[in-house]
């Protein structure tokens, strides 16, 4: 079954760098666009970018556009969000999900938290 | 950026009851690109709804949406306890961003 496992998540210093991963099985990655998908504590879901099936096109909230990179790995089934210059804002669980039909998630994976926090 | 704006912002229901969750977007979604997810409390959300209509895979019948334009539903004809949860409506289409609604919580009453 198709599965996706974030990973990376913890603390991170205002002003700092975050790096996060997430590793699917179950499916043919290299067919699928990858989204990452965030949600402060107790609030509503955010997307946050998107990377094409071969990584040939990327996008990004404006929130977070110019400091922050989605990429992939199709040979380790993996993409990959790196962001910079992290912000109390940026603090949330941080989804990675398959990206279906232009644009909606059929599947999900489990979060990793990210708390920017001195 | 197309503005999805749910209501109620909470619904008090019991079980065997209808429940009826609205998302009306700021801009007409093209294609009914509109999908509905489901998220309980510490879990990933879960797709139910996408074309505004089309049920994915797995989701029971009880779960239907509706819509096109700017006014989409989604309905669940007789609530039962796992459906009490938060809601979300979300729009997609051509070109990010992808934008979702603020959520609407199914509690029981």
């Known amino acids: 079954q198709v599965q996706l496992v974030e990973s990376g998540g913890g603390v991170v210093q205002p002003g700092g760098s975050l790096s996060l991963s997430c590793t699917a099985s179950g499916f043919t990655f290299s067919h699928y666009g990858m989204h990452w998908v965030r949600q402060a504590p107790g609030k509503g879901l955010e997307w946050v970018a998107f990377i094409r099936y071969d990584g040939s096109d990327k996008y990004y909230t404006d929130s977070v556009k110019g400091r922050s990179t989605i990429s992939r ?20 669980v941080y989804y990675c999900a398959r990206g279906v039909r232009a644009g909606n998630f059929d599947s999900w994976g489990q979060g990793t938290l990210v708390t920017v926090s001195s | 950026e197309i503005v999805l704006t749910q209501s109620p912002g909470t619904l008090s229901l019991s079980p065997g009851e209808r429940a009826t969750l609205s998302c009306r977007a700021s801009q007409s979604v093209g294609s009914s690109y509109l ?16 074309g505004a209509s089309s049920r994915a895979t797995g989701i029971p019948d009880r779960f239907s949406g509706s819509g096109s334009g700017t006014d989409f539903t989604l309905t669940i ?21 992808f934008t979702f609604g603020g959520g609407t919580k199914v509690e029981s009453k």
């Open chain 2, 35 to 50: 999908a509905w997810y489901q998220q309980k409390p510490g879990q990933a959300p879960r797709l139910l709804i996408y």
């Open chain 2, 77 to 97: 004809s007789r609530l039962e306890p796992e459906d009490f949860a938060v809601y979300y409506c979300q729009q997609y289409g051509r070109s990010p961003p």
């Open chain 1, 73 to 92: 790995d199709n040979s380790k089934s993996t993409a990959y969000l790196q962001m910079n210059s992290v912000r109390a804002e940026d603090t949330a």
